[in-house]
């Protein structure tokens, strides 16, 4: 058995997120799976370091899916309506960083994508950021 230390898990971890032939894979079986609606991606911390990789993602992400907004999501979840032809996305940040509003909103604002963020305090708090 072979066991990776953290740091390797997480750069592992890292390289296949970032990978847009892996997650192109994925996509293509969702899609084939599932009729195609909202897919959601969720984050973590989004450091300085990161931030070119993160770019990539979000350029990759606005070529292959349309943004789900707030209506968006109301929309399907009452009614059930998708009014696009591509899947929507949802771009999740769940731990309330400085890094997500320092390095991630920009760029999520300049691909055209909602932010949905998290914020934990003794109640939860979701802010949406467009």
């Not at 032939?21 to 300085?48: E, G, K, W």
Request: aromatic share 14%; with cysteine.
């Amino acid at each position: 058995m072979v066991y990776a230390n953290k740091r390797e898990l997480k750069h592992g971890l890292a390289w296949l997120l970032g990978n847009p032939l892996a997650f192109s894979i994925t996509n293509s079986v969702m899609q084939y799976r599932f009729a195609p609606y909202i897919r959601c991606v969720t984050y973590h911390d989004t450091p300085v370091k990161w931030a070119r990789m993160l770019e990539r993602q979000f350029e990759w992400y606005s070529k292959k899916f349309v943004n789900c907004d707030r209506a968006d999501l109301n929309r399907f979840l009452e009614r059930g309506i998708w009014n696009h032809s591509v899947p929507g996305l949802i771009i999740s940040f769940d731990d309330g960083l400085r890094s997500n509003l320092t390095v991630a909103a920009p760029l999520l604002k300049k691909y055209g994508f909602t932010g949905w963020f998290r914020v934990g305090l003794k109640i939860n708090i979701l802010i949406v950021l467009l």
